[in-house]
């Protein structure tokens, strides 16, 4: 994953997220800002944590990418590939394959 360089960042892990221009960025919490910009939860989760605990378990492990895409308070019902509600700024389910297929073409 030569494309993300952590050179010059002693006291940061290599951990990076895909924003929400589909731009690779130093991953911080909270990790989904500005995903979905109506989502009111987007807070802590456990995306940090785990990358972190990686890490701390495999020192060599090297760079861990998140593509966060979850919205605050949905149910699994909700991310079904036909599920639509208004209340949802887009269908959850193909957004979902948009931001994974954005990440398979930075590989």
């Known amino acids: 994953m030569g494309r993300r360089v952590t ?5 940061q892990d290599p951990i990076f997220r895909l924003d929400c221009t589909l731009s690779w960025i130093m991953a911080k ?8 910009p109506r989502d ?5 989760r456990p995306g940090m944590p785990f990358a972190k605990r990686i890490l701390e378990l495999e020192l060599s ?16 019902d909700d991310w079904s590939h036909n599920y639509t509600q208004r209340n949802f700024p887009s ?10 297929k954005a990440y398979e073409r930075t590989e």
Request: contains cysteine; hydrophobic residues 45%.
């Open 61 to 76: 492990f090297g760079t861990i990418d998140l593509v966060p895409c979850a919205f605050g308070g949905t149910s699994m």
């Open 29 to 36: 919490e909270p990790i989904h800002t500005g995903i979905y």
């Open 40 to 44: 009111k939860l987007a807070g802590i």
């Open 91 to 100: 269908n959850l389910y193909w957004n979902l394959i948009f931001r994974t």
């Open 7 to 11: 050179v010059g960042l002693p006291n």
